[in-house]
């Protein structure tokens, strides 16, 4: 069973940082597309950053304009576990961050029906 799991989302000020995790299990996901997709109350799930596989041991990162410069997404194959390293955080980024992946190798997407798998989020509040 595929499985994907986030962590690390909390209650953080202005300015901070954090980082969050997704374990993913069930399956291979080193050449699979992965990302991170957002949602705040009222408005639609959108997309954050993702990952592609380039071949060999080489991915391809791809950022919502939003972000500017203050995310980094990166992952760990041998450990499966995707990350979303989050600086300069402001109000605005307060959301339910969601981790999600394709099932099959190919160039990445910021679309959310292009993912397959879904982990259920880990809330991000950022104070003021």
């Known amino acids: 069973q595929v499985q994907l799991v986030e962590s690390g989302g909390g209650l953080v000020q202005a300015g901070d940082s954090l980082r969050l995790s997704c374990a993913a299990s069930?399956?291979?996901?080193?050449?699979?597309?992965m990302g991170w997709f957002r949602q705040s109350p009222g408005k639609e799930r959108e997309f954050v950053a993702g990952?592609?596989?380039?071949?060999?041991?080489?991915?391809?990162?791809y950022y919502a304009a939003f972000v500017k410069g203050r995310f980094t997404i990166f992952r760990d194959s041998a450990k499966n576990t995707l990350y979303l390293r989050m600086n300069s955080l402001s109000p605005e980024d307060s959301a339910v961050y969601y981790c999600?992946?394709?099932?099959?190798?190919?160039?990445?997407?910021?679309?959310?029906?292009?993912?397959?798998?879904w982990g259920k989020g880990t809330l991000v509040t950022v104070s003021s």
């Open positions: 999600a992946a394709g099932s099959s190798s190919g160039p990445g997407t910021t679309r959310v029906g292009d993912m397959d798998y």
């Open positions: 069930g399956r291979t996901f080193s050449n699979l597309p």
């Open positions: 990952t592609s596989w380039s071949g060999g041991r080489t991915y391809s990162a």
